[in-house]
Nanobody
């Protein structure tokens, strides 16, 4: 059973950088071929796919967030991370990590495992 767990600060000040880590257990992030994604859901809105790291290590970004996003992975720890710079209150959301056979989707059906989500609030 694959499990994903997000971790990071729940409160970030505007203009700062948000950093989140997803720790995976029960399966390797290098297992071919999966995409390990970051997805968020702002209050009252739908899911937004932010980016992903493939089992190969290739990284993909949402075009709308690419200029502010950085995704990396640590295979020794079986973790992948998200950094989002220059945050504003509009970045307030529940942030999820998830595993899927494709990337870029906002459909829950395209992901077979999810973290429980972590609330991040951008506020001074």
């Amino acid at each position: 059973q694959v499990q994903l767990q997000e971790s990071g600060p729940g409160l970030v000040k505007p203009s700062q950088t948000l950093s989140l880590t997803c720790t995976v257990s029960g399966g390797s992030i290098t297992t071919y071929i999966y995409y390990w994604s970051w997805i968020r859901q702002p209050p009252g809105k739908g899911l937004e796919w932010m980016g992903a790291v493939a089992s190969s290590g290739t990284i993909y970004y949402s075009p709308s967030l690419k200029s502010r996003s950085s995704i990396s992975r640590d295979t020794s720890k079986n973790q992948f991370t998200l950094q989002l710079s220059s945050v504003t209150p509009e970045d307030t959301a529940v942030y999820y990590c998830a595993r899927g056979r494709r990337f870029g989707s906002t459909s829950k059906d395209d992901y077979d495992y999810w973290g429980q989500g972590t609330q991040v609030t951008i506020s001074s």
